[in-house]
């Protein structure tokens, strides 16, 4: 039968074919190989309504229904023994990923003209910190969906792993290079010996010298942005008029969460917020808060304050813009107050590109070079907190957001076709 490759992203996902003897991406949407990782569920029935770009676009236009998006987040989260409501019924979050993938694979088989049964599927180095046994279970899950959507044979690779597969096809000689995989839910190292040589052997653990991950990424940035810079201005940092005290954060900290958004929008969360509007010392921003949650406006928050984010990479200053939620809301974002912002988890990844650098037995100097991938490698702190640790190395790469895919297509056909 038939192998595919598969990155199921926090933010995007792809699916990759062997066709005709060639490595091919599939085209997932229109011509699109890369899909936002995105279900949106149409209001009053039990029917998926939309996947990737075409759910998102739904869900800005006004269409009544519920988005879901950041899914891989949830996986080594206690949501993933929780289900969310649904047009009157409860659906578990497994089931909306297993929807997703089926997507996916419906996609490729589509384009490759044949079933598909055979899949290497990338993960993270680690889904969460400090957790083995969350961090088996999360990869129990991906592989039980896996099995539930038709494949029968399940290979997992890492990201970064993958991704050096996909760089060492560019080579004429041998390097040993690191490869940074920053993407929307965690940040992944890998140090790997990589050639045109290298590249034909079967086996390639003992040119994986060393592993490193944790669960820091591009919607951590938006969290730390949007609770900066958005959510002072819907009563984060304010205080009620009962004793003195302030706003409680948890509201806020789950409107600015991709995958907690959905949460304000229950019952006793609704109930809360109007509890706190009515004793609040400053109700106009509080009232935003509320209006924000009963429009269910959390989600294209969350959307104004990436695009803010994505501008910062190119710019010293950007706008969030929040009319939607009121005339004329504006804040102003700048990059300094934005790195000062993640300046705690830029620091955590510089250290995580030391350690595995070390782990590897290696002094940064024989790091020939740095891979970067993922789309938040682009925001210049983040580049800049990797290439710190491995000073003298170049740096490639950057603007690929497929190179994770490629490498796990390419490690399929190693696999099951030679």
């Known amino acids: ?170 080579l004429t000689a041998e390097e040993t290079v690191l490869i940074a995989d920053i993407g929307g839910g965690t940040s992944d190292f890998s140090v790997v010996r990589v050639g045109p040589d290298r590249s034909k052997q079967q086996e390639r653990g003992q040119d994986i010298l060393a592993n490193a991950g944790i669960r820091v990424g591009g919607t951590d940035f938006d969290r730390a942005l949007s609770l900066k810079r958005v959510m002072p201005l819907l009563g984060l940092g304010s205080f009620l008029f009962e004793k003195n005290l302030p706003l ?26 109007r509890d706190l509007l009515r004793n609040a010392v400053q109700p106009e921003k509080v009232g935003r808060l509320l209006k924000t949650v009963e429009r269910r406006l959390g989600h294209r928050i969350c959307f104004a304050v990436e695009d803010a984010k994505i501008a910062l990479s190119d710019a010293a200053q950007t706008d969030v813009i929040l009319d939607f939620v009121e005339e004329q809301l504006r804040p102003r974002a700048t990059r300094t107050r934005f790195d000062d912002a993640i300046a705690d988890m830029t620091d955590r990844l510089n250290a995580a590109v030391a350690q595995c650098v070390a782990d590897a037995g290696l002094t940064p100097q024989k790091i020939s070079a740095v891979f970067l991938t993922g789309g938040s490698c682009r925001v210049p702190a983040v580049r800049g907190a990797v290439a710190a640790a491995v000073p003298g190395a170049r740096l490639s790469g950057g603007e690929d957001l497929v190179s994770v895919v490629a490498g796990l297509t390419q490690d399929a056909y190693r696999r099951f076709y030679r």
């Open 248 to 273: 409680p954060r948890g509201p806020y900290a789950d409107l600015a969460t991709w995958s907690r958004v959905n949460l304000l929008y229950q019952p006793p969360a609704m109930r809360q917020i």
């Open 1 to 170: 039968m038939n192998a595919c490759g598969l990155d199921f992203g926090t933010s995007n996902s792809a699916i990759g074919v062997v066709r005709d003897g060639q490595v091919r991406l599939a085209p997932i949407e229109g011509d699109a190989t890369l899909m936002p990782t995105a279900v949106f569920f149409e209001a009053d029935t039990d029917d998926v309504a939309l996947f990737g770009r075409e759910a998102i676009d739904a869900y800005i236009g006004g269409s009544e229904g519920r988005l879901m998006r950041a899914l891989k987040s949830i996986l080594a989260s206690p949501l993933m023994d929780e289900t969310t409501a649904l047009a009157g019924r409860k659906i578990a979050f497994a089931d909306v990923i297993a929807l997703y993938v089926a997507n996916l694979k419906r996609k490729a088989e589509a384009f490759l003209g044949a079933e598909i049964d055979k899949v290497v599927h990338g993960r993270p180095v680690h889904f969460v910190d400090g957790d083995d046994e969350a961090d088996r279970r999360a990869e129990a899950i991906l592989r039980e969906i896996a099995g539930r959507v038709g494949f029968r044979e399940v290979v997992f690779v890492y990201e970064p792993v993958a991704a050096a597969y996909h760089y060492e096809a560019t």
